[in-house]
């Protein structure tokens, strides 16, 4: 469930673990009728309050100065009665979005390869996917977005926001972003491309003479259970002293896909999710599984994992007894129904709050980690800017940004403070000249990119990775 729905996976399915939704078991129609001798909050009749919203359509539509859509009524009169629950995950799509994002629903889509969703009235960055052009780009959770190619974006619903971010593979985007601890915005060009929907990864590592399994969950999708079923029995196969489940950056997606997932992981005896309705009743999950895993296994988490990974997460921690490791989730813990209505156009709407086996609500708290490990600073590093060459004798945040990048590869700038001095010149010339670059000692455009490509090499390098490195030394701890 993804409390932060989004960028481009945002999907039109039955079954959702985040901003997608869980079957509910009553079609709209049916809720509604159910209501209609009731009364409604604030007084009187359904009926009576309904014939209001009749007079008002016929009043504007007759009578209005300029001749009016009517169905550009009918659409607005949705759209206001969402906006007044104040929740931005229950949201209308009309037709055309709608068929859009269906459209992402395949083997792969094309754009810039990020979750969003809109949190407190912000278009926020839930993760970028695994390999993005997003992630390449130096995009982090919990990014706003503030402007999508020089306009501004407040005021738009999720989804109008997301079709302009969303483009045509080889297309360009620039995204103005504000970042926590940054005082200015800045900003960022991402190449769209082709973004394949391939959700498991599998990697044995060998240990002293032990073999432990990672098992990397990128998001939740249609075919990601089988997928991990298929991989985690291979890996089995090789007789694992551990394994590693790695749901880093993953936005969430299909509840099915994680019900069944964790029906190969957890046993019957508690609750793996708990299901709570409007009125407090709560419906709870179990697994058939009766007996544990052989081996122990360990969950790395991080700000980027929302909805169906804290479902994982929350259930292999309370009802597992399996540690997770790494910085605190997202925190989602609501869960929408899409209904169509009829004409290709659906509601989603939020319908229940989801709770961990011992029955905590993680919504905008997440969950914390069992043990706390940070990346090293230079995995927190800002795209830079570079409008004008940063050069010695300047004091600002991009300065400080380009040492910590330096001093993460290895060129000892001297200070990461911001001031551009004497030594962090010298290092951005020793960094130059390794890579062909003219040995200015100043960080232009050519030296900012390559800089930022570097960055993104040792990120992606699992040397560096202390989070898997942490996973691994508590395994083999219990071997």
Known sequence: MDQRKSLIIIAAASLFAGAGGMYGGMSLKESFTSNAEGELAGGGPVSDRLHKVEVAYDLIADKY???????????????????????????????????????????????????????????????????????????????????????????????????????????????EIMREGLSDSIKVSVKRDEIPLETVHSDVKNENGKHYGVIEVSSFSENTSKDFKKQLAELEKQELAGLVIDVRGNPGGLLSSVNEMLAELVTEEKPYVQVQERNGDT?????????????????????????????????????????????????KGTVQQPYPMGDGSNIKLTMFKWLTPKGNWIHKKGIQPDIMVKQPAYFYSHPLETEKPLEAEMNNEQVANAQQML?????????????????????????????????TGKIDSETAAKLQEEIYIAVKDEKNDVQLKAALDYLKRLN
């Open 283 to 331: 419906l709870k999950y179990f697994s058939e599984n009766k007996e544990k895993k052989p081996y122990p296994i360990t969950v790395l988490v991080d700000e980027g994992s929302a909805s169906a990974s804290e479902i994982l997460a929350g259930a292999l921690k309370e009802a597992g007894g399996y540690p997770l490791i790494g910085t605190k989730t997202f925190g």
């Open 407 to 439: 001093e993460g590869l290895g060129y000892s700038p001297g200070r990461t403070d911001g001031y551009y001095n004497k030594k962090t010149e010298a290092a951005v010339r020793s960094f130059q000249q390794k890579h062909d670059l003219g040995t």
């Open 65 to 175: 100065v300029e001749e009016v859509d009517k169905g550009d009524l009918v659409e607005g009169a949705i759209q206001g009665m969402l906006e007044t629950l104040g929740d931005p995950y229950s949201v209308y799509m009309d037709a055309k979005t709608a068929s859009q994002f269906n459209d992402s629903l395949g083997s792969s889509f094309e754009g810039i390869g990020a979750e969003v969703t809109v949190m407190d009235g912000k278009l926020l960055i839930v993760a970028p996917f695994k390999n993005s052009p997003a992630e390449k780009a130096g995009l982090r959770p919990n990014d706003q977005i503030l402007k999508v190619d020089g306009e501004n974006i407040t005021g738009l619903d999720l989804y109008e926001a997301t079709l302009k971010i969303r483009g045509e593979k080889g297309s360009s985007v620039e995204l």
